[in-house]
């Protein structure tokens, strides 16, 4: 098993910045790949960013490319999500996730990842 719980979101202005945490617990952490998701009023969880058990490979959402940046400290047992150039649009809750199979590839689609923690909010005022 694998515990996730996610901490840093908020209210920020448009153009502003946040930096999401989320700490594991349980297997160990450099064994899997950790993932960002978000979800929206009335909208699908979308896939945000990823990063490789041992952080040298990222994948981004085109939306968030060039804003956002995923890092991984294992050992801190912590992933995290640098958010900046905050737009309403990116109004949500996020969620981090596990991902524990033996595969090389970040999984993008959420139905890959195990675990996942509770969600933090984020929300962007215009």
């Known amino acids: 098993q694998v515990q996730l719980v996610e901490s840093g979101g908020g209210l920020v202005q448009a153009g502003g910045s946040l930096r999401l945490s989320c700490a594991a617990s349980?297997?160990?952490?450099?064994?899997?790949?950790q993932g960002w998701f978000r979800q929206a009023p009335g909208k699908e969880r979308e896939f945000v960013a990823g990063i490789s058990r041992g952080g040298g490979r990222t994948s981004y959402a085109d939306s968030v490319k060039g804003r956002f940046t995923c890092s991984r400290d294992n050992a801190k047992n912590t992933v995290y999500l640098q958010m900046n150039s905050l737009k309403p649009e990116d109004t949500a809750v996020y969620y981090c996730?596990?991902?524990?199979?033996?595969?090389?590839?970040?999984?993008?689609?959420?139905?890959?990842?195990?675990?996942w923690g509770q969600g933090t909010q984020v929300t962007v005022s215009s």
């Open positions: 349980g297997r160990p952490f450099s064994l899997y790949h």
């Open positions: 996730a596990a991902d524990t199979s033996l595969l090389s590839v970040v999984p993008e689609r959420a139905q890959r990842y195990e675990f």
